[in-house]
């Protein structure tokens, strides 16, 4: 099987997980470049951005440097926001290098790229994407509960060296339950008050 050009993979990485690692692994073999877009790359310190973007994209970089990714066949770029949908693909491809395949399980995403003849979509091959998720590695933060499997070591160390614990913490206490509260099902995590 020919590999493709170029592969893109689109998150907001908070945090990069074993997850995000996998598919980077799958992509890798399926395509000779890949692209990580850090989406959302304006947002910070709240509950669900609470890491930055030159953080989010240390980590990618470390924990690829961790797994043996080869750094040179890796791009990773901060991507902001655009409010306008239906420009949307042309914001993202003025942002990153020429790809050829969108890796993405999220169908709002697949609608907005459909149409584009030059971009075929691929469907990830998620990793427990239930136990995956950065909702569900930020809530186990506020809840004491082992997050650390499910990161990479090089995550854990870059969370601890910056007191990220605490930050997650505090951002949930002082944000409020509300925000969590639309991110996940409460009765996962009775113990959060």
């Known amino acids: 099987m020919q590999k493709s050009e170029r592969g ?3 998150g907001r ?3 990069f997980h074993r997850g995000h690692l996998h598919l980077v692994q799958q992509i890798l073999s399926e395509c000779n470049e890949l692209v990580i877009a850090i989406g959302s790359s304006q947002f910070n310190y709240t509950f669900s951005n609470p890491f930055t973007a030159g953080e989010r994209i240390h980590m990618i970089h470390e924990a690829l440097i961790g797994e043996n990714v ?5 791009y990773i770029i901060p991507i902001p926001n655009s409010e306008n949908n239906s420009i949307w693909l042309q914001h993202l491809k003025s942002m990153v290098p020429k790809f050829n395949v969108l890796y993405t399980g999220n169908a709002f995403v697949k609608g907005l790229v459909i149409g584009d003849e030059n971009v075929q979509i691929k469907n990830p091959d998620f990793l427990e994407a239930g136990k995956y998720n950065g909702t569900h590695i930020r809530t ?4 004491s509960k082992n997050w ?3 990161v990479p070591n090089s995550i854990c160390r870059i969370i601890n ?7 997650v913490r505090m951002l949930y206490e002082t944000q409020g339950i509300s925000e969590l509260r639309s991110e996940i099902d409460m009765r996962d995590y009775p113990n959060i008050k």
């Open 8 to 10: 893109l993979m689109i």
């Open 13 to 15: 990485f908070q945090p």
């Open 70 to 74: 080869s750094l040179d066949k890796v």
């Open 140 to 143: 186990c933060i506020v809840s």
């Open 148 to 150: 650390k499997k499910l």
């Open 161 to 167: 060296s910056m007191d990220g614990i605490s930050r």
